[in-house]
């Protein structure tokens, strides 16, 4: 089965895999009152007015639809309803890395808000660059507290599935705090992904090494309100030690079957000479070797589990997650 292999370039030039964090159930395993554990994926909250107005908004739920393990989480869009007032809005779906304390909000600021991601960036909020992050104080309420980091990654990664409606973009945002104000942001809009495959997405930080105290990572399902775009998400993980995800020329090729058990083949699509590294998730060389055309590699004494088949041939170096079972 022909594939691309996402790429992770190695910023640093060293030929080897650098250390990657998983967060706490970055992999969706763990689930308590229907919610993922150490994520949040809802608003809720009081909006002041005359009286508080409680509010509440859920946009994950456990699908069984997983890149690996037995579930990832699915994310719609959702009404933001103020009951009293009748406003709603049709948010797109928001996931969150750690807990919120819920806000309190006054109604003036919610409608200017909605007001400045629905008319001010033309229903769309793909650029934040066009938008003053530090004078919405209200917007941070909205925003988890983050997990715990004490420094900035070269690049944050989540596996993906895209059911993208109407053109619909998914939108990957990383923030990396100190003291509770932001050193450091990253952020892109990924659209033109296969709606029935996963694929991982990345994101890189420009200050990677520096120190820090937390990163919040928010994954939306659009970048307008109104749409009904689906995404799936599982694997989210920090990657360190100089680590960049980048999109460089495709490595057109077989790596199969994935999952592997007993044999994993490797065949670049030109029939071109390569040199190829396995390693396990920690980057521990496992094997390696040359070949031209294509190879087979032994994979029987390789425990159960995630591992990375590194290729590098006519000049370019790929990297391939493989499940051995």
Not at 125 to 138: C, E, K, M, N, V
Request: hydrophobic share 40%; with cysteine; net charge negative.
């Amino acid at each position: 089965m022909k594939k691309t292999i996402v790429l992770l370039a190695v910023l640093a030039g060293f030929f080897g895999m650098q250390a990657q964090n998983t967060i706490t159930n970055g992999d969706f395993e763990l689930w308590s009152y229907g919610k993922p554990v150490n994520w949040t994926v809802g608003l809720h909250g009081n909006i002041t007015s005359i009286i508080p107005i409680p509010v509440e908004v859920n946009f994950g739920t456990q699908s069984n639809d997983a890149h690996s393990g037995n579930s990832a989480i699915q994310l719609t869009s959702a009404d933001f309803t103020i009951p009293i007032v009748g406003y709603s809005f049709n948010l797109p779906g928001i996931l969150q890395a750690g807990e919120s304390d819920g806000f309190s909000i006054p109604l003036e600021d919610i409608l200017t808000l909605i007001q400045i991601f629905s008319d001010t960036t033309g229903g769309s909020i793909g650029d934040l660059d066009s938008l003053d992050l530090t004078s919405l104080s209200s917007l941070m309420q909205l925003l988890s507290k983050g997990v715990p980091c004490n420094t900035i990654p070269g690049a944050v990664s989540a596996w993906v599935k895209y059911q993208a409606q109407n053109n619909d973009q998914m939108m990957m945002i990383a923030v990396a705090k100190r003291d509770g104000a932001p050193v450091d942001y990253a952020y892109k809009t990924f659209g033109d992904l296969n709606p029935s495959a996963y694929q991982e997405v990345g994101i890189n930080f420009e200050s990677a090494g520096e120190p820090c105290d937390s990163i919040m990572i928010v994954l939306l399902s659009a970048v307008g309100l109104n749409s009904t775009s689906v995404l799936l998400v599982d694997d989210i993980a920090l990657h360190f030690g100089g680590v960049g995800i980048v999109s460089i020329e495709d490595f057109e090729g077989d790596v199969y079957p994935n999952p592997a058990s007993d044999m994993l083949h490797i065949r670049p699509g030109d029939g071109s000479a390569f040199r190829w590294t396995l390693t396990d998730i920690s980057g521990k060389v496992l094997q390696t070797g040359e070949a031209i055309g294509e190879t087979t590699v032994d994979t029987r004494s390789c425990a159960p589990g995630l591992y990375l088949l590194q290729v590098n041939a006519n000049g370019k170096t790929g990297v391939s997650k493989v499940v051995i079972r």
